[in-house]
């Protein structure tokens, strides 16, 4: 994965690390509000498969030369994947203001993300208030910690009771103890630091933290590591964010120019670097699969973490420094440099999805202390863009061609591939090519393209959600507005001053000064637009 970690923009290096799944439990009962097929895997609910047919596809199995040779868990006509049975990630702690409620869509399905002060803990709610169905989101949190609707007041605690109704008499009935009254909760919970919730607000669901939980990734939790997480909302779908994630052959083609030598191949074949990947599946089940190339391998786990690494971790260590019982022949054990990447993939709805991601180390940790957070989402963000319109392009001529066609419609003859191949084949297995959106996305059909700068955009899919670059932008705007106050001041102060009351070499300095001030506030604006809003590619001039 030489290619991918260096495309990285960040001083990491990948290394081995080990990732506990969660266990099996009892079914419960059946979801009620988005009813989908599961399987006999799933560790909370074991369904019917649902007897629609709208996602139904019968796919030939996917064959390429020098494909790599899979062994996957038998199949069975229950094993389904279930959309609905699964912790979804919703936004990083960093990047939520604990002032204020927060809109996300996950999964087509509409929340609000708010600090409880009162619980100490996140929730996660339904963003629709029961009175008139206004969106939560667009409230405040009350003087008593309560979310509050704007529209007319209504006031909801933690657990989703109304606690007030403004326009209800004091002397009549209680009516805000109307089990109408209430605001539908969604399990939630806060791990790796990151806020994850359960798609299915039914009561049944309150404690399923106890039964199963997000995937769990030790090397987050390890305080010798830096972890800086990030987010951007993407403009194409959660299919096509995985599999390019997945496909580390076409960095040192996207990447050319300023880029161009953190992507260097040994024995290229052209002068971008480009070169024969052999990439090996070694594992396929319901719960995802693991692959091997020269540089180490990676492991998806569903529905959301995709994580890589340069050499395979051991069942024994997890990649770590082995245990020895004599202190004096550990101490003498040099301590590895390890790093991984981890990305967690977001379905929102059809056409978008989120990416959050993180490149834990325990290297280097003091660069993350000095150098701004904001800093390093310059680079990362130069990536995402850069393939950014081609991706979003490749999307709608998937969904031109049928998701259930998509090994007729793509040419996949190298083992380069490997990856993309068994995430294609995953979900055409157990999850019936593709997500299941539930009622409201029936048709799946994706959005309009808007126009290039639209699609683009960094400031509203990036910047407006992270706490870094949002006060970096702030910080920015008010620099350049006071150099350019200061290039007026200065012009200003110069021409009302008399001329003999100056030297000409000080009045030639200040108006050099004011010069450079100018001159420096048009760079800035530049770098700020360029940077926080939008920076276009033309591949063909790189």
């Excluded at 030598?261 to 052999?278: H, S």
Aim: hydrophobic share 35%; net charge positive; glycine share 4%.
């Amino acid at each position: 994965m030489e290619a991918l970690i260096r495309a990285s923009y960040l001083t990491t290096l990948p290394a081995p690390t080990k990732l506990s799944t969660p266990f099996s439990d009892k079914p419960i009962s059946k979801f009620q509000l988005y009813p989908t097929p599961t399987s006999s895997f799933s560790p909370i609910n074991a369904i019917s498969p649902s007897k629609s047919k709208l996602f139904c596809t019968s796919l030939s199995t996917i064959r390429t030369a020098n494909a790599p040779t899979e062994s996957p868990a038998p199949e069975t006509q229950d094993e389904k994947f279930d959309w609905y049975a699964q912790w979804y990630p919703v936004m990083p702690v960093c990047d939520l203001d604990k002032r204020v409620p927060h809109a996300k869509k996950v999964l087509g399905i509409d929340v609000v993300v708010w600090w409880d002060r009162n619980e100490n803990s996140w929730k996660v709610f339904d963003d629709t208030c029961p009175h008139r169905l206004a969106p939560l989101s667009e409230g405040r949190i009350d003087q008593w910690g309560r979310l509050q609707c704007v529209y007319h007041g209504w006031c909801f605690n933690g657990s989703g009771d109304c606690k007030f109704i403004p326009q209800a008499p004091p002397d009549g009935p209680p009516i805000h103890t109307n089990k109408k009254a209430c605001v539908a909760v969604y399990p939630s919970t806060v791990q790796h630091d990151i806020v994850w919730f359960w798609p299915n607000s039914d009561p049944q669901f309150q404690n399923i933290i106890s039964k199963k939980k997000p995937p769990y990734i030790p090397e987050l939790e390890d305080p010798s590591y830096t972890k800086l997480i990030s987010n951007r909302d993407i403009p194409y779908g959660y299919e096509v964010l995985v599999e390019n994630l997945m496909d580390p052959a076409h960095l040192t083609f996207l990447l050319r120019g300023p880029l161009t030598k953190l992507v260097c191949f040994t024995n290229k074949l052209d002068r971008e670097g480009g070169r024969p990947l052999n990439i090996d599946i070694e594992r396929m089940d319901i719960d995802g699969f693991t692959s091997r190339q020269q540089f180490g391998g990676s492991k998806f786990i569903p529905p959301c973490v995709y994580y890589a690494y340069p050499n395979k971790p051991s069942e024994q260590t997890n990649g770590s420094v082995p245990k020895s019982t004599d202190k004096k022949e550990s101490s003498a054990v040099p301590i590895p440099k390890l790093a991984l990447l981890i990305f967690i993939c977001v379905p929102v709805s059809p056409g978008h999805s989120r990416l959050i991601w993180t490149f834990p180390r325990n290297f280097g940790v003091w660069i993350d202390k000095v150098v701004p957070r904001w800093m390093f989402h310059i680079g990362q963000n130069l990536i995402l863009d850069s393939d950014l319109y081609l991706l979003h392009v490749e999307e709608r001529k998937i969904m031109d061609a049928g998701p259930s066609n998509w090994q007729k419609a793509c040419f996949v003859p190298t083992k380069s591939d490997a990856n993309v191949i068994a995430f294609r084949k995953w979900l055409r297995k157990y999850a019936s090519g593709q997500i299941h959106w539930g009622p409201k996305y029936g048709g799946s059909a994706l959005p309009p393209t808007p126009p290039r700068e639209q699609l683009l955009d960094r400031y509203w899919s990036h910047v407006v959600n992270c706490s870094s670059c949002s006060s970096a932008h702030k910080a920015l705007n008010v620099l350049e507005l006071a150099l350019q106050v200061a290039a007026v001041g200065l012009i200003g102060f110069v021409a009302a001053t008399r001329h003999n009351a100056m030297t000409t070499v000080t009045r030639s300095a200040l108006v050099l000064l004011a010069i450079l001030c100018f001159v420096a506030s048009k760079w800035l604006s530049h770098f700020i637009y360029k940077t926080f809003h939008y920076h276009d590619y033309n591949h063909a001039l790189r």
